[in-house]
Structures are given as C-alpha cells and as structure tokens.
C-alpha cells in the first residue's frame, strides 16, 4: 500500500514535460552561475548574442542579450546604422519557433506559472481578458519602437523605454539579482524614484500573476506580441489535424490563454490543449516530425509510433543535457573572458614601489570613502604648478599605499589608445588629479553625464588628467556617436576589458573613479554624478 501511495502521489505531482523544458531553458538563459555567487555579470563573446526568451542582459547568471533590450538598442542606433542582426535573429526566432518561445523556453513565463500556482481564488478569461490582450501592442508600438526611435534619432540618446520604465524582469533579475548580493552593497547608494516606481510595477505584476495566469504574458509582453505575429506559419508549434477535429472547441473553453482558436496570435503553443482534446486532432510538431503526439496517436500514425516518439524523445533529451553541461562548464570555467577574470582576481597584490618615481596608479572601489594623505607629501595647490600642468620637480608624489581597487588604495598603470591618436599612460597623470569614467553609447545615464565631465576638464585644463573609457560591448561606434559633440577630455576603448577589470568593475554602468595627486583613490561608486558631486570630489581629492 505504502509503495502504491508512493507512486500514486509521484504520478499526480512530478513535473511535465514542459515543466522540465522550462527549467533546463531558464538554467541555459543563465548558465554563468559563478555571476550570482560574485556579483558580477558575464560579459564573454557570448553576450553579443541573443537569447530567444525574455531574460534581462544584466541578470547576474546570463549569458546572452534579452532580444528585447536588442530591439531597442537597434532603434535608438538607427540613425547610426541598421540593426541587421537584431531584425535577422527576431525574425529566425519567429520562423521556427513563435510563440513557443513563450509557452516553453521563456524564463519569465516559467515564474509567471510558478506564481499562479500559489492557492488562491483565481480570474478566468472573459472578454475584458481578450480586450487587455491588445494592449501589448500598444506597448509594443510606444515603448519599445516609437521612444527609442524618438530620442535615437532627434537627441542621439539610447533610451530603451520598455526597459526603463515597465520591465519586470530587469528589476528582479538585473536589480534584485544583484542587490541580494553583499558584494553590490555600494549599489544601495544608486537606488532613486525610478527603482521605486519599478520595483512597484515588478509586485503589480507579480501579485497579478497570482490571480490571473500569465499576466504579463497576456497583457504587457512586447515580446510575446512579436512572436505572436509568426503564430501562423512557424515550424514548430501545435498543429490541428482538419480530418480528426470536430469543431467542438473543448481545446479553446480549457485554454488560459485568450484565445480565440489553436495556434492563433495569442497561443504560447503549450500544447495543454492535446489533453483537452476528445479527437486526438492536436500534436506538437516539427514540420513533419512529431514532438509530443495525443494518446490517440496522430493520424496516418503506425503501430509503431509510440515507441518512435519515445525513442526520439530520449535522443532529444540525451542531446540538451550534454548541451547543458558543455554550456556549465563553458560559461563557469573554461571561456576566455571568465578564465582572465579568475587569473586577475587570484594575482598577487603587488608592492607600489614596483611603479616607477614620479608616475600615477588608477584605482577602481566598489564602496565610497576618503583617503588623507600623509604630511610630508602635502599636495600643491593648482596655482603653484606650471602653465604646462606639470608637477614641481621637488614635489614627491609617490605613495606607499597598497596596490588594489579600494578607497586608498593605488592600481597597477595601464595604457589606452585614445579616438584621437594620442595615448593615455596612467603612470603620466601623477601629479593631477584624475578622473576616470567608464560609459558606453547604450547607457542613457552615461550619455547624460558625459558634458559634466567635459566641462568639469576645460574648467581645469592643466590640473586634471582624465579619460572616458568605452565599454567593450559595442553596439553604437562611440566615435561616429562622439562626432560634432566638442568633448573636450580623450575617449578610448577597454577593448580587452582590462581597465573594468582594474578598477573593480562588474559591467553595471556609469562607473565613476577619482584620484588625489598621489595615484590614491578617493572616490569609486557605479551610478551617475552631477556637475555638483564633480567639483566635490575635485575638491576632496586636491585635499
């Protein structure tokens, strides 16, 4: 009796098939599981790609691009250059697949569903459900196209404004992912009304979820609107049989989903309706190959065909599991980018007096801090240095300080080639104050605050060494961007990563670093600045 209640119990609550899809795929959409244990996201070769399921690009544990996000950077760009790409792998993605995107491989579909399943009274389908289901579209045609295109091409500013102003899933995966983290607890300082208002919007969702199935799905996703427009022809999907179907539409009443038939706009293609189906008339299919097939079979199916679909499904799962692995293991310990972030993270600190006299260390911290500097080597002010900005000849900058991204701490030199043809040698800048700011085209706050900083080093001309790193992921040219803007301080590119490595970085951007005379860092916090907190920090490092 034991061992048939035991089973009895296995039968009613072990998951589906899909159910296990969805699992596997939400562990592939973010296999770089070392990112939730150091708090820091992938930024492999891996990341130009893009994911087929909604997963936000800042998830610690993702190792691709949200299409999504994709989009919206190709729009705000498109004044710039076509987005190619984007629109070649949205629609790859929409051929095959569809909606079945949604109904299987999306992560955050799989959270919507694991929410509804809390016991609580829930809200059928009704007309009002069919009516909300348009409003995607809306969203759709305002946030993801017409913002970005907006601001991209009358004020060159990349504002992805489905990402901004609703995503849940930047919220909990991107924000939440990363503020859970103790090592992100500098972030804390960055947090303002926009969060407030997202973080809102997230438990709206949330809580909607709950009584409603797939809310967001239904109602808000842009993305499932997208897919939802290849419904009709995409390879794999759920197919009805014409010669079995009756017409009786049991498939459409027991469908969540606001449908108004089988593998229309609205359908994730779930295949929930094959159980409801007296007929056997819906399959789960692959052009001609059968995925998932009714009890009853499919028809022109031999005797045979059981058998078949089990031995397939074997093969297929034989397949995904190695996939999985080869990706663990990839992403975690063998791709080039993690492989040099493990080397740098374990090198040894080295002593300060390995730079040579006279020369300037940067320094990245991920927390905020002051560093006073020793007496015997009281910096001068800007009046008492030359006209050329060089430091006095009897004026020592060395600094005995440790070698490390912290507050107070020096970083080894570093050398960047700058747009201009000239090079920035951070050993050259000892002596001034210096400022190093991480931005990249994608990032609005980082556009934003660019002409802070450029007006912040032609007030200072001579006293101040400053350089605006780019970003290695590159998805507008920063050069043909920074064209006709007057910038005055040097821009260049961390094409290998190295300078993010340097100063602690994790990929979240704008990241600011401040320097005192002495090569010391001051100031080293992710988040935006104003022309105010600038000439702060100009004063506290010149302290």
């Known amino acids: 009796m034991d061992n048939k209640a035991k089973t009895s119990w296995w039968q009613a609550h072990r998951p589906t098939t899909r159910r296990l899809v969805q699992l596997y795929s939400a562990l592939l959409h973010n296999a770089y599981v070392k990112g939730f244990i150091d708090g820091k996201i992938y930024t492999g070769n891996a990341k130009y790609a893009c994911v087929p399921g909604f997963n936000c690009y800042s998830c610690p544990g993702a190792v691709g691009s949200c299409p999504l996000g994709s989009i919206q950077n190709a729009l705000a760009s498109a004044g710039h250059r076509a987005g190619w790409y984007v629109l070649g792998i949205i629609l790859l993605f929409g051929v095959i697949l569809g909606r079945t995107i949604c109904g299987w491989l999306c ?71 990363h503020l859970a983290n103790p090592a992100n607890t500098s972030y804390y300082s960055m947090l303002g009304i926009l969060f407030t208002r997202k973080f809102v919007i997230m438990l709206v969702i949330g809580l909607a979820c709950v009584f409603c199935y797939r809310s967001f799905c239904r109602f808000i996703c842009p993305l499932g609107a997208i897919y939802g427009l290849f419904n009709r022809f995409n390879v794999i999907g759920v197919k009805v049989d014409a010669g079995r179907c009756n017409g009786c539409g049991a498939c459409v009443r027991h469908c969540s989903m606001d449908v108004r038939r089988v593998g229309d706009h609205e359908c994730i293609q779930c295949g929930r309706c094959m159980d409801a189906c007296a007929q056997g008339a819906i399959s789960l299919r692959a052009g001609r190959i059968t995925l998932r097939a009714p009890e009853a079979g499919c028809a022109g199916d031999g005797p045979d065909a059981p058998s078949k ?94 070698m490390g991204h912290e507050v107070g701490q020096q970083l080894p030199d570093f050398t960047l080639q700058c747009y201009d043809g000239s090079e920035f040698r951070l050993a050259d800048a000892r002596g001034r104050i210096t400022f190093i700011n991480l931005w990249a085209t994608h990032c609005t706050p980082c556009i934003h605050e660019l002409p802070y900083f450029s007006e912040l080093y032609a007030a200072h001309e001579g006293d101040i060494a400053m350089i605006a790193v780019h970003s290695k992921l590159v998805t507008m040219d920063p050069v043909a961007f920074l064209e006709g803007k007057g910038y005055a301080m040097p821009f260049a590119t961390d094409t290998d990563d190295a300078v993010t490595q340097i100063v602690g970085g994790t990929g979240t951007l704008p990241q600011t670093i401040v320097l005192n005379r002495r090569g010391e860092v001051v100031y080293n916090q992710v988040g935006s600045v104003t022309p105010e907190v600038l000439a702060a920090l100009y004063d506290e490092a010149n302290q």
């Open 107 to 177: 992560p955050l579909g799989l959270i919507q569903e694991l929410l509804h399943r809390i016991p609580t009274p829930k809200l059928k389908k009704n007309r009002v459900t069919r009516a909300l289901s348009w409003l995607k579209y809306v969203i759709l045609a305002v946030f993801v196209i017409a913002i970005p295109l907006w601001y991209g091409l009358r004020y060159s500013i990349p504002l992805p404004g489905f990402c901004k102003y609703i995503c849940p899933a930047g919220t909990f995966e991107g924000a939440m992912g």
């Open 309 to 402: 679909h089990r031995r397939l499904g074997r093969i297929l799962w034989g397949v995904a599991l190695a996939v999985l692995c080869f990706a663990l293991v990839w992403f975690n310990f063998l791709d080039p980018a993690v492989r040099k972030d493990a080397q740098r993270d374990d090198a040894p600190v080295v002593a300060a007096t390995a730079l040579p006299t006279g020369t300037e260390d940067a320094a990245g911290a991920e927390e905020s801090g002051e560093s006073e500097a020793p007496a015997e080597t009281e910096a001068p002010t800007a009046a008492e240095e030359s006209v050329a900005g060089e430091a006095p000849a009897e004026v020592s900058y060395e600094s005995d300080a440790p």
